[in-house]
């Protein structure tokens, strides 16, 4: 590729299409680049389904994210999606489970409540009255987010993809190699691909997941985990609606280290524990679940619903966490170029923050600007220790 741009986006997951979009919005000459192709399956994007909700505890630039990125996710399916008879955003509200003075539910709802964000806090009769599909067995109440839901994941970040090409964003289909600094000037210049192309740029964008560690591992080896994470999809009985949307809500037991979303467009009812799995290498490692955590979703399952005791698996996937140590992303400009950008520590809970991020990256980038920081690369230790989720 002999052009040159004015910024180049390495990942074309939820972080860089977004990205990516936003910059070719304020009309830089963008490049998107992927070894597999946006949304692709190796992708941590790349799964059938992710949770946007707003109940952060006391974290409140996460709220306002989620609350802004919400918008525009409907803003966005509405614009792209009207003529395909699909939608990247299912409202099927969203339950935070709680017992006793659950924290971070407490918290979340004075987070909630300064900004205006509707929920209501329901206690176990109501929650029983609403939702009796599920069996509430430990809990003592619960956040309800009524305009809360689920994203179709793999179908958002390729039609956001789409999108930005539609708009002048080009796309390379290759993976690059780790970058070399040149002529000691602190600038990074180009990339050369494993094909041995080379990419120009005046700044580059590196929002690659699970491959940041590999593409930098003396920076990122041990500041971002990638882990193994399995999720289960399981047969509802025929003809029975309580578990589907508007009557089965998604939701989340953070005690407990589990999730589930209910069936949409008949993909079946999914449950994820939470918790984080082994080491894992995107590239290479198979994605076969385990009979383990299989077994403990069948439990999640038996526990909470019930009528669903003896449902079927009709579908699993391994996918992954880039896990920071506290679970705030990674927002920051690399310490040895000064036009290098590591955008990523999704760590489970970044896909719905997708259009919020790409919105401040893009003006970061375009103004050169500093992060929160949170954000920050100095902030990212060597110790696990997850705080926001």
Not at 103 to 128: C, N, V
Request: hydrophobic letters at 40%; one cysteine or more; proline letters at 5%.
């Amino acid at each position: 590729m002999n052009q040159t741009f004015d910024v180049a986006v390495i990942g074309a997951g939820v972080f860089g299409t977004w990205t990516a979009y936003e910059l070719n919005r304020a009309g830089l000459r963008v490049v998107l680049v992927d070894a597999y192709g946006a949304g692709n399956s190796r992708s941590s994007s790349g799964d059938e389904s992710r949770i946007i909700r707003m109940s952060y505890g006391a974290s409140e630039i996460y709220t306002r994210w989620s609350w802004r990125a919400l918008k525009l996710w409907k803003d966005f399916s509405a614009e792209f999606c009207e003529d395909t008879g699909h939608t990247l955003f299912h409202q099927t509200g969203v339950l935070l489970l709680a017992q006793g003075d659950y924290a971070h539910a407490l918290d979340s709802e004075q987070t909630l409540a300064k900004y205006g964000i509707p929920f209501e806090r329901l206690d176990r009769a109501e929650l029983e009255k609403r939702f009796p599909q599920f069996n509430f067995g430990g809990v003592d109440w619960a956040i309800y987010e009524p305009d809360s839901g689920a994203l179709m994941a793999w179908r958002a970040v390729q039609t956001v993809a789409q999108a930005a090409l539609q708009r002048g964003v080009s796309f390379l289909n290759e993976a690059v190699l780790p970058p070399i600094s040149t002529g000691g000037t602190g600038r990074l210049t180009e990339l050369t691909t494993h094909s041995g192309n080379k990419l120009h740029a005046d700044k580059f964008i590196f929002a690659c997941g699970p491959w940041l560690p590999k593409l930098f591992p003396a920076l990122l080896a041990e500041r971002i985990h990638v882990t193994r994470q399995e999720v289960f999809y399981f047969g509802t009985p025929s003809g029975d609606a309580r578990f589907a949307p508007p009557h089965c809500p998604t939701w989340i037991d953070f005690a407990a280290e589990v999730y589930g979303l209910p069936s949409l467009e008949a993909r079946g009812f999914k449950v994820a524990p939470d918790r984080h799995g082994g080491a894992f290498d995107p590239d290479n490692d198979e994605r076969l679940v385990t009979d383990t955590t299989l077994q403990t979703a069948r439990q999640t399952l038996a526990r909470r619903f019930p009528a669903l005791k003896d449902a079927p698996l009709i579908e699993s996937r391994v996918c992954q966490y880039e896990n920071t140590s506290n679970g705030d992303f990674l927002i920051d400009r690399h310490p040895d170029f000064t036009n290098v950008w590591l955008v990523g520590g999704g760590s489970g809970h970044g896909f719905k923050h997708g259009p919020a991020l790409g919105e401040y990256v893009a003006a970061r980038i375009i103004a050169n600007d500093s992060v929160e920081q949170e954000f920050s690369l100095a902030t990212k230790a060597n110790v696990k220790a997850r705080a926001i989720y």
